[in-house]
């Protein structure tokens, strides 16, 4: 009796063919689960092998351009439908066409596209290189150096001025302000146009502007890996024995800009494609316009109804030439090296005929579709393509869409984009300032029951004529404000607590950040709402001054009155409110 024994070990054999078959696959790149680093430790930082700051947003290279244009130019059912259409017209057998009459129109087609691409590659390599270019300042062996952005490190130490964008995200070590306080502008990440505080560790603010200092410090930091979730962060320093959680607010996103403050210190933990601004941006991919999907599925019809008609030509042929047709090659015969013939003898002699009616029929169906080629119409991408650039000269020269305030004119950055706009049916929007300007003023309000804004009828009547009241005796007054109930700034004057009491929590009760960058008091708002409010407060004499993440300073009757700041009940998508 044989006893077959399996073994799940592979052969030498089999060994050898695995190895050669996935010699050449890349090595899958290792899931980076936490990310350690330490400040001011190049050499331990590059064995991480965490990415640099270099960026690329482009497509194509010189090399990859024409392969990979014309990979996603033929995505389209046209241009491919054209492809085979002219591979089988070099078969002499079954075209009578020249092959020019289809390589001229499918190349200018493809040249108009491939032109319109380069050109929109070529800006973003442009950007690219503005950006990687860019000179921020690191700090290194006591001094700061001046270093392009692509150059810059993870664990280097950067200095930020006032107006500077982030170039990484940071660990935010110290800054000109108390408690190492400064304050951020996000519209490049979220759209916000407010101010955002950020506040460093007291353990770290305390290294100041003292580059000895910053040049010598050392600490390990360990944290969440590169990720897109803006809003979180959660990571801990160990600095000595001394082990210090990070939070979302210790840190400088990229895309953000440093605003109300002189300067500040950061670490960079994540650079270029790692930073969470990239990670939410992904690649730049070929984008099919819904006209385009339109053109794709009548295309397709169009092609399944020529498919039909060579069909059904063919099949008729075929009966034909079976009937009859094979009676006439004696006067127009076939090529024998294609079909195959007969010799034939009859009451008049011997004749050649053909028997393969099939083989007829399918050659006959091809030179059908190379006669009825032009039902597919290529003529229409190109005018498509000249439609679409024209279109988004007309956006770029209409002067009705020039917004004189801010000296901005409407900018196409796609030619496909009045093929979108066109064909919008409905608009989601999270409210309704996204549509319109969303200017707020200050207009009526209630205290202690107790309307106050109501015009009289006399007053009414006036209309345009109506004169606002004069706050020229604050000197923190804003020209643009107009209110004209006299009655709520006599009440106000006249030390009326109700009103006192609705001003003061007017002035504090906000997430304002007030900009003192100018001479001008200018308050960064979180909403217009909020914006109003406060600078009605402030016309009628409850000025709020400034913040700090403990306290709220504000000015009542030229006398400054600070407050302890508890809480922020900020929204949340976890309050929803």
């Given at each position: 009796?044989?006893?077959?024994?399996?073994?799940?070990?592979?052969?030498?054999?089999?060994k050898?063919?695995?190895?050669?078959?996935f010699?050449?696959?890349?090595?899958?790149?290792?899931?980076?689960?936490k990310?350690?680093?330490?400040v001011n430790?190049?050499?331990?930082?590059?064995k991480?092998?965490?990415?640099?700051?270099?960026i690329?947003?482009?497509?194509?290279?010189?090399?990859?351009?024409?392969?990979?244009?014309?990979?996603?130019?033929?995505?389209?059912?046209?241009n491919?439908?054209?492809?085979?259409l002219l591979?089988?017209?070099?078969?002499?057998?079954?075209?009578?066409?020249?092959?020019?009459?289809t390589?001229l129109p499918?190349?200018?087609v493809l040249?108009?596209?491939?032109?319109?691409?380069a050109?929109?590659?070529?800006n973003r390599?442009?950007?690219?290189?503005d950006?990687n270019n860019?000179?921020?300042?690191?700090?290194?062996?006591?001094?700061l150096?001046?270093?392009?952005?692509?150059?810059?490190?993870?664990g280097?130490?950067?200095?930020?001025?006032?107006?500077?964008?982030?170039?990484?995200d940071?660990l935010?070590?110290?800054?000109s302000?108390?408690?190492?306080?400064?304050?951020?502008?996000?519209?490049?990440l979220?759209?916000?146009?407010?101010?955002?505080?950020?506040q460093?560790?007291?353990?770290?603010?305390?290294?100041?502007?003292?580059?000895?200092?910053?040049?010598?410090?050392?600490?390990?930091?360990?944290?969440?890996?590169?990720?897109?979730?803006?809003?979180?962060?959660?990571?801990?320093?160990?600095?000595?024995?001394?082990?210090?959680p990070?939070?979302?607010?210790?840190?400088?996103?990229?895309?953000?800009?440093?605003?109300?403050?002189?300067?500040?210190?950061?670490?960079?933990?994540?650079a270029?494609?790692?930073?969470?601004?990239?990670?939410?941006?992904?690649?730049?991919?070929?984008?099919?316009?819904?006209?385009?999907?339109?053109?794709n599925?009548?295309?397709?019809?169009?092609?399944?109804?020529?498919?039909?008609l060579?069909?059904?030509?063919?099949?008729?042929c075929g009966?034909?030439?079976?009937?009859?047709g094979?009676?006439?090659?004696?006067?127009?015969?076939?090529?024998?090296?294609?079909?195959?013939?007969?010799?034939?003898t009859?009451?008049?002699?011997?004749?050649?005929?053909?028997?393969d009616?099939?083989?007829?029929?399918?050659?006959?169906?091809?030179?059908?579709?190379?006669?009825?080629?032009?039902?597919?119409?290529?003529?229409?991408?190109v005018?498509?393509e000249?439609?679409?650039v024209?279109h988004?000269w007309?956006i770029?020269w209409?002067?009705?869409?020039?917004y004189?305030?801010?000296?901005?004119?409407?900018r196409a950055?796609?030619?496909?984009?009045?093929?979108?706009l066109g064909?919008?049916q409905?608009?989601?929007?999270?409210?309704?300032?996204t549509?319109t300007q969303?200017?707020?003023?200050?207009?009526?309000?209630?205290?202690?029951?107790?309307?106050y804004?109501?015009l009289?009828?006399?007053?009414?009547a006036?209309?345009?004529?109506?004169?606002?009241l004069?706050?020229?005796?604050?000197?923190w007054?804003?020209?643009?404000?107009?209110?004209?109930?006299p009655?709520?700034?006599?009440?106000t004057?006249?030390?009326n607590?109700?009103?006192?009491?609705?001003?003061r929590?007017?002035?504090?009760?906000?997430t304002?950040?007030?900009?003192?960058?100018?001479?001008?008091?200018v308050?960064?708002?979180q909403?217009?709402?909020?914006?109003?409010l406060?600078?009605a407060?402030?016309n009628?004499?409850?000025?709020?001054?400034?913040r700090?993440?403990?306290?709220?300073?504000?000015?009542?009757?030229?006398?400054?009155?600070?407050?302890?700041?508890?809480c922020?009940?900020?929204?949340?998508?976890?309050?929803?409110?």
């Amino acid at each position: 009796m044989t006893t077959l024994v399996m073994s799940d070990e592979p052969s030498t054999v089999m060994k050898i063919f695995y190895r050669f078959c996935f010699c050449f696959r890349p090595k899958p790149k290792p899931v980076e689960e936490k990310r350690r680093l330490k400040v001011n430790d190049r050499t331990f930082n590059e064995k991480m092998k965490h990415a640099n700051n270099y960026i690329k947003t482009s497509k194509y290279s010189l090399i990859t351009f024409v392969p990979k244009n014309l990979f996603e130019q033929f995505r389209r059912l046209t241009n491919t439908y054209f492809l085979v259409l002219l591979v089988l017209q070099f078969i002499p057998q079954i075209s009578s066409l020249s092959p020019w009459t289809t390589i001229l129109p499918l190349v200018a087609v493809l040249l108009v596209t491939g032109v319109k691409d380069a050109v929109d590659d070529i800006n973003r390599h442009s950007s690219d290189n503005d950006v990687n270019n860019r000179i921020s300042k690191i700090v290194r062996n006591k001094k700061l150096e001046a270093e392009k952005w692509m150059n810059v490190k993870v664990g280097d130490i950067m200095r930020l001025e006032n107006n500077n964008f982030v170039a990484a995200d940071m660990l935010l070590l110290s800054s000109s302000e108390p408690n190492g306080l400064c304050y951020i502008e996000t519209t490049d990440l979220d759209g916000e146009t407010n101010l955002k505080a950020r506040q460093a560790l007291t353990e770290t603010a305390e290294l100041g502007d003292n580059l000895t200092s910053l040049t010598n410090f050392k600490a390990e930091v360990l944290c969440e890996p590169p990720n897109n979730r803006i809003s979180e962060f959660e990571g801990r320093i160990t600095i000595g024995s001394q082990t210090l959680p990070i939070e979302n607010d210790q840190v400088l996103l990229r895309g953000c800009r440093l605003r109300n403050t002189k300067w500040c210190y950061g670490m960079v933990i994540f650079a270029g494609r790692d930073t969470k601004l990239m990670m939410n941006s992904g690649k730049t991919i070929f984008k099919s316009t819904s006209l385009d999907a339109f053109l794709n599925r009548l295309i397709v019809g169009i092609v399944f109804f020529l498919i039909a008609l060579c069909t059904t030509a063919a099949v008729f042929c075929g009966f034909w030439e079976y009937s009859t047709g094979q009676h006439f090659t004696m006067y127009l015969p076939w090529d024998p090296t294609i079909i195959p013939v007969v010799t034939e003898t009859g009451d008049k002699g011997e004749r050649q005929i053909s028997r393969d009616a099939a083989l007829i029929s399918a050659l006959i169906f091809f030179s059908y579709l190379m006669l009825l080629n032009t039902l597919v119409p290529i003529s229409l991408y190109v005018s498509v393509e000249i439609i679409r650039v024209l279109h988004s000269w007309f956006i770029n020269w209409d002067v009705q869409m020039y917004y004189e305030e801010k000296d901005i004119v409407a900018r196409a950055r796609t030619t496909t984009l009045n093929d979108e706009l066109g064909q919008v049916q409905y608009i989601f929007s999270d409210k309704t300032g996204t549509l319109t300007q969303n200017i707020m003023t200050f207009n009526k309000c209630s205290i202690d029951g107790k309307v106050y804004g109501d015009l009289t009828e006399e007053q009414a009547a006036q209309g345009k004529d109506l004169k606002p009241l004069d706050f020229s005796e604050n000197k923190w007054s804003e020209p643009e404000f107009k209110f004209y109930d006299p009655q709520l700034l006599e009440d106000t004057k006249g030390s009326n607590e109700k009103v006192a009491e609705f001003w003061r929590l007017i002035a504090l009760c906000h997430t304002i950040m007030p900009d003192r960058s100018s001479k001008e008091l200018v308050y960064q708002a979180q909403s217009p709402d909020e914006g109003a409010l406060v600078a009605a407060a402030r016309n009628f004499g409850y000025v709020f001054k400034s913040r700090t993440p403990k306290s709220i300073t504000i000015e009542v009757d030229g006398k400054e009155e600070l407050y302890d700041l508890l809480c922020i009940l900020d929204f949340d998508n976890v309050r929803k409110r």
